[in-house]
T-cell receptor, first 112, second 113 residues
Framework: QKEVEQNSGPLSVPEGAIASLNCTYSDRGSQSFFWYRQYSGKSPELIMSIYSNGDKEDGRFTAQLNKASQYVSLLIRDSQPSDSATYLC????????????FGGGTRLMVKP | EPEVTQTPSHQVTQMGQEVILRCVPISNHLYFYWYRQILGQKVEFLVSFYNNEISEKSEIFDDQFSVERPDGSNFTLKIRSTKLEDSAMYFCAASASALNEQFFGPGTRLTVL
């Protein structure tokens, strides 16, 4: 059973701070990892993908992957109130179907 | 930037009725997916579709569900006889390859009464 686990939150940070979101996964065969942002009532919006161990930076976002620990994280620098949303971690085992297994999401609240 | 589009945005139906949810994937994307999200719960995989065939399906995707790409652009999900527990947001997604990121459409909210 492939599972992805996230702390549901809410995680509350002040504006301008760094938000740190974490995710663990159960299937060692998982090879691709994605962070999505989901505003209430909206669809998941892709933020970042990460495929190999280490850090990957894109603007204010940094994704970190540690396959040995089965751990993925997302750092958001200079958090803004508009970053307030639920952040979904997803993992894919790269077979032909490439289904994504999602975590339950962490709700982030950035306070002005 | 090209987007995945879905219609309708909201569908209300009576239990036992058939519904068809429609998606227009990004034009150069070849892999298509359906997911659903029951209110307050996780996003769940239903089915993936490539080269006019189902690649993978979950336990949720039983014989009441079917998918097809009838005209080379639209990608549809049919639920033959809806149940109350089918009420959810249904998301279509597309990717350029099996290894690439999946981009989600805005979703169809299905309400079964």
């Amino acid at each position: 059973q492939k599972e992805v686990e996230q702390n549901s939150g809410p995680l509350s940070v002040p504006e301008g701070a760094i938000a740190s979101l974490n995710c663990t996964y159960s299937d060692r065969g998982s090879q691709s990892f994605f962070w999505y942002r989901q505003y209430s009532g909206k669809s998941p919006e892709l933020i970042m993908s990460i495929y190999s161990n280490g850090d990957k930076e894109d603007g204010r976002f940094t994704a970190q992957l540690n396959k040995a620990s089965q751990y993925v994280s997302l750092l958001i620098r200079d958090s803004q109130p508009s970053d307030s949303a639920t952040y979904l971690c997803a993992a894919a085992f790269n077979n032909a179907g490439n289904m994504l297994t999602f975590g339950g999401g962490t709700r982030l609240m950035v306070k002005p | 930037e090209p987007e995945v589009t879905q219609t309708p945005s909201h569908q209300v139906t009576q239990m036992g009725q058939e519904v068809i949810l429609r998606c227009v994937p990004i034009s150069n994307h070849l892999y298509f997916y359906w997911y659903r999200q029951i209110l307050g719960q996780k996003v769940e995989f239903l089915v993936s579709f490539y080269n006019n065939e189902i690649s993978e399906k979950s336990e949720i995707f039983d014989d009441q569900f079917s998918v097809e790409r009838p005209d080379g652009s639209n990608f549809t999900l049919k639920i033959r006889s809806t149940k109350l527990e089918d009420s959810a947001m249904y998301f279509c997604a597309a990717s350029a390859s099996a290894l690439n990121e999946q981009f989600f459409g805005p979703g169809t909210r299905l309400t079964v009464l």
